[in-house]
């Protein structure tokens, strides 16, 4: 469908995005948090938090919030009770991601901590300390067994998940680490810093830097098979890469303002398909193996997009 759909409501910028992992609706957050039909624009559900990040548990049971506060809101999903609210960041929180059983949730602050969290308990498990500036993206791997994140003193670190002994240092960048992942097998890094997207072999330690943004890359995700790199920019534009080859397969474009995040979608009825989020006020679903802008969804409440994710299911 190419028609849009307009999530009206919020009172302040949208800091994130994220999709239940159904694909069927959209969870948005701002001053508060609000859940919406992706296909009708319906609020559904409105949550009082003020988050910067938000994931939804792999259950599809609870929405995570990472907040502007250092703190971390655990939501009931359907019924929009707030179950507990966790950690003791002495920042905001900037990013925040899930293990995959959906047992620990990661975040990474402005405070440069990266921490672990049980999920059922709202304890602290690990601290990492050895970002010097703030950790402004995290992610865990698809196996559970280390975080990876990336930060503005330059470095992306990789950290093991059980003993919290930082494992990897990489230096040598020359702009703040934006955005980090990892691809589905572990064997590459993949990175957002200055003009570049740096993939990096986790074995071996061989960097390529593929070049094509006319300005700093924002975001960066790996599909879900591996086969494909999509990066976001403040150019306004989409690329997405071969993993193999480093070649530019497509560029996408119509965003009116900086791409600020990017998602593959993993499963279900909307898999093929990528979502990307900007400074515009827009989230657009693109249709991966021809490029084509399927959805355009406008959030007009006097700010842009920050975040986007989908869930691993």
């Not at 239940?20 to 949550?47: A, C, H, K, N, Q």
């Not at 809101?73 to 359907?78: A, G, K, P, Q």
């Not at 093991?160 to 589905?184: F, I, Q, W, Y």
């Not at 975001?219 to 989409?238: E, K, N, W």
Request: net charge negative; aromatic share 4%; proline share 4%.
């Amino acid at each position: 469908s190419g028609a849009s759909q307009t999530f009206v409501g919020h009172y302040g910028p949208v800091e994130c995005v994220c999709l239940t992992p159904g694909g069927s609706e959209v969870v948005s957050g701002s001053t508060d948090i609000r859940r919406w039909d992706l296909v009708t624009g319906e609020l559904l559900m409105l949550y009082n938090d003020h988050a910067f990040s938000v994931i939804v548990t792999p259950d599809d049971r609870h929405i995570l919030a990472g907040t502007v506060g250092g703190t971390i809101s655990l939501w009931d999903r359907h019924t929009g009770a707030k179950r507990m609210s966790f950690g003791d960041h002495g920042g905001s929180i900037c990013s925040i991601g899930i293990s995959p059983d959906g047992s620990k949730v990661v975040s990474g602050s402005t405070d440069q901590n990266v921490c672990v969290w049980d999920v059922l308990t709202g304890n602290g498990t690990l601290r990492y300390t050895g970002h010097f500036e703030s950790a402004l993206s995290v992610f865990v791997t698809h196996n559970g067994s280390k975080i990876v994140s990336g930060g503005a003193d330059l470095t992306i670190r990789v950290w093991d998940m059980t003993t919290g002994k930082e494992r990897v240092v990489v230096e040598g960048h020359s702009a703040p680490v934006l955005s980090v992942c990892v691809t589905p097998d572990g064997s590459q890094i993949v990175s957002a810093s200055g003009k570049s997207v740096g993939v990096r072999d986790t074995l071996c330690g061989r960097v390529r830097s593929l070049d094509g943004h006319t300005d700093i890359v924002t975001c960066v995700c790996v599909t879900p098979d591996g086969s494909l790199l999509a990066s976001g920019a403040v150019d306004m534009t989409v690329r997405v890469w071969d993993m193999a080859t480093g070649d530019e397969r497509l560029l996408l474009t119509g965003h009116a303002g900086f791409v600020t995040c990017v998602c593959a979608v993993p499963t279900g009825a909307g898999a093929g398909r990528l979502v990307s989020g900007s400074m515009d006020g827009t989230l657009r679903v693109w249709d991966l193996p021809t490029g084509r802008c399927l959805r355009q969804l406008e959030v007009p409440c006097g700010g842009g997009v920050h975040c986007v994710c989908a869930t691993p299911d």
